[in-house]
């Protein structure tokens, strides 16, 4: 890595090391241009500082816990009226691998690599669902990809009227 002098007047650099990480992106596609490579032009290395998520959506129960462990916010898990989902911010990845190994459902990966066009700035959906309600109080309480994994890995043991309810009102509900 290249450390050039601080100014006298600085502590720090005058640009946050990360803040140009995604400039290659555009460098590459220009390159590619100008050289008459067929684009894309995709470099591909587990040595990349960075990330794409990547979620196979019917083994994503919408948890959440991905987002919880990202160090940058580049996972967020957000619930809006009705529905929940799951964003991610090319941008802002770090590739750290913390989401891979919190996804108790192996649904999500990150693939390292640096495609010929530069990340979207705006948060890419990976997965929406439905907001499961509270038969009693109407609250949001659980995506309705939980609650559909819940019921398939219980099967017959499963007591579906509590998955009715959410945790407050179940208890009495129960009574």
Not at 107 to 118: H, N, T
Not at 156 to 163: E, H, K, P, T, Y
Request: aromatic fraction near 4%; proline fraction near 7%; glycine fraction near 6%.
């Amino acid at each position: 890595m290249l450390r050039l002098p601080l100014h006298s007047l600085c502590r720090e650099p005058p640009v946050a090391r990360d803040a140009h990480r995604y400039r290659a992106a555009g460098l590459l596609a220009a390159v590619s241009r100008r050289t008459a490579i067929p684009e894309p032009v995709t470099v591909e290395s587990a040595r990349l500082p960075f990330g794409w998520a990547r979620v196979t959506a019917d083994r994503c129960s919408l948890c959440g816990l991905c987002a919880a462990r990202c160090p940058t916010g580049a996972l967020r898990y957000e619930e809006r009226g009705h529905e929940t989902a799951l964003l991610f911010e090319a941008a802002e990845c770090a590739g750290s691998d913390l989401c891979v190994a919190a996804c108790p459902e192996r649904a999500l990966e990150i693939v390292r690599q640096l495609g010929g066009l530069a990340p979207e700035v705006t948060p890419v959906l990976l997965k929406s669902a439905a907001l499961r309600r509270c038969r009693r109080c109407g609250r949001g309480y659980a995506p309705e990809a939980m609650v559909s994994r819940i019921l398939s890995s219980l099967g017959q043991r499963a007591f579906v009227s509590n998955l009715d309810y959410c945790p407050d009102c179940r208890m009495t509900a129960a009574v």
